[in-house]
């Protein structure tokens, strides 16, 4: 019997077990994961300064969410460094309600093409 070895390419493979959720630029007592897509979701908090470090350690998160605006930066900033860093995953940008979130929406996707982005109205709990 012929025995054959399968490599299985780490690109296509997704990981065992729950999805990623990174949280950048929230507050410690804040909760925007409650209500949202993400929910089943690992998720950890890290600042905004360590994105890069965080996609180097963990190429296969699933979801960058933020607030739409904060002291350090906007969601457009970080938009550009999710581009930079060749993210593909979501980028959810939790925001207060906007009358015309497409806009926003519009203007970051066209600014970073391949990057899917979602602008959700914070659950009101």
Do not use: N
């Not at 979801?63 to 581009?83: K, R």
């Not at 980028?91 to 959700?120: F, K, N």
Request: net charge negative; with cysteine; glycine share 6%.
């Amino acid at each position: 019997m012929e025995h054959r070895q399968i490599h299985a390419d780490t690109a296509v493979c997704r990981q065992i077990g729950p999805s990623l959720a990174l949280m950048v630029g929230f507050h410690r007592d804040e909760r925007p994961e409650l209500g949202m897509p993400f929910a089943g979701a690992r998720c950890e908090s890290l600042p905004y300064a360590l994105l890069h470090a965080a996609l180097a350690c963990a190429p296969a998160t699933d979801y960058v969410v933020s607030p739409l605006l904060t002291e350090q930066f906007d969601a457009l900033d970080l938009a550009v460094q999710l581009a930079l860093a060749g993210y593909r995953g979501r980028y959810i940008v939790v925001t207060p309600a906007l009358p015309e979130p497409d806009i926003i929406r519009e203007e970051i996707e066209q600014l970073c093409p391949g990057l899917t982005v979602e602008l959700i109205p914070r659950a009101r709990i």
